[in-house]
């Protein structure tokens, strides 16, 4: 059986990568500063980025900068270009748009843009400012920015459930996936307690669990770009950022426990849980019936479940843990002596080939 390395991309997958790397390297670079709370800093260090950068000799200039700035940032804006926002109001409420025909006519090298998740007046270019941010990268202008785990649309119930509270602006998640570079603004939860804008968030028990939020999708980022990355250059991917785990079930599996300590593990990590089952001919009744008790289950908590075709339910199932970056694979086995080729039983020969990943055993009174 080819391995996932040998597998080539038929011509609409080689023609997908071309115009994907063409696009890259036409586009403007996106680097976003991700904030887990306000105050956190996150602002400060895009626009000490952008300054810092003008000083090495790049043209940067600021696309939109909040109404309201602390000291430290108006002292930095005093030594940057700025491209005024026009101010307009709708429905009795205050915009600040930014002038896109202006920075377009400009044309910077660089551009800081805060307040990534702010919305547009109806009638405007575009309805949300990050659509006006990927504009400008498609024009091949880089783009600095900054927004806050709060403002993550996907993560916004998570978020809510912390902090009793949701932002009314948005952005979704597939853009920050379109980034260049994320980098999340750290600090102890302890130093952000009873600071200016953070009176809703008055404990460091939850400032620390929007940190590990934050942290936890800037890891999910970084990954994809891995995963882009190592397909684009046809490199196997064997590993990632996040826990992936991966429970392998079949028609007499005593599956309950491997998906319930299966997904123990995805919501500590915060990682991914697939359920993999190597399709069987001729099953009979009562092997069919546990079977799809087992995958109703696995649908039922939340896992992807995946049917794998292979004549060799080993090499099956390492071909597939290898191609899905699998860190964790659990399986079940009787506890038994079982009779194998030269010895070797399929749980030896699992373990053998788990290259990159661990194999959790679970006893019952199955057969793998």
């Known amino acids: 059986m080819p391995t996932p390395a040998d597998r080539r991309p038929d011509p609409e997958e080689l023609l997908r990568r071309v115009q994907d790397t063409e696009r890259r390297e036409s586009r403007g670079r996106l680097k976003i500063f991700l904030g887990y709370a306000s105050r956190v800093g996150k602002s400060f260090r895009m626009f000490d980025e952008g300054r810092r950068r003008k000083e090495r000799g790049q043209d940067v200039v600021v696309g939109a900068v909040q109404r309201e700035v602390t000291p ?7 030594r940057l270009d700025v491209v005024p926002s026009i101010s307009t109001k709708h429905a009795g409420r205050s915009y600040e748009v930014m002038d896109m025909t202006a920075l377009f006519r400009r ?6 843009v805060d307040g990534l998740a702010y919305d547009n007046p109806p009638g405007s270019r575009n309805p949300q400012r990050w659509q006006d941010v990927r504009e400008l ?5 880089a783009v600095i920015s900054a927004v806050n785990i709060q403002h993550i649309r996907e993560q916004q119930a998570e978020v809510e459930r912390i902090t009793g509270k949701r932002a009314a602006n948005s952005i979704p998640q597939e853009f920050l996936h379109e980034a260049d570079e994320i980098e999340v603004v750290d ?4 130093a952000l307690v009873g600071r200016t804008g953070s009176k809703d968030i008055s404990d460091s028990r939850s400032l620390a669990e929007l ?16 995963q882009d990355y190592l397909e684009a250059h046809d490199v196997a991917a064997r590993w990632g950022a996040q826990e992936r785990i991966l429970v392998c079930i079949t028609a007499r599996s005593d599956a309950r426990e491997m998906l319930r300590s299966g997904l123990r ?3 500590r990590f915060h990682g991914a849980l697939l359920v993999a089952y190597v399709e069987q ?3 009979r009744g009562a092997d069919r019936d546990k079977l799809d008790a087992n995958l109703a289950l696995a649908r039922e ?6 049917c794998l075709q292979g004549l060799d339910f080993v090499q099956t199932i390492l071909d597939f843990a290898r191609e899905q970056r699998i860190t964790q694979l659990f399986l079940g086995h009787s506890g038994r002596p079982q009779r194998a080729w030269f010895g070797r039983t399929p749980v030896d020969r699992l373990i053998d080939g788990a290259d990159g990943f661990d194999v959790r055993l679970f006893p019952h009174g199955g057969k793998p």
């Open 107 to 112: 044309h910077p090298q660089v551009c800081l």
């Open 301 to 306: 908590l939340g896992a992807e479940v995946h």
């Open 211 to 226: 940190r590990e939020l934050a942290l936890l999708l800037a890891a999910d980022v970084v990954d994809r770009q891995l």
């Open 187 to 190: 600090a102890p939860p302890e």
């Open 281 to 283: 001919p001729d099953l």
């Open 72 to 78: 430290d940032i108006a002292e930095i804006l005093a």
């Open 265 to 267: 593990n995805q919501a």
């Open 137 to 141: 990268l498609d024009r091949g202008i």
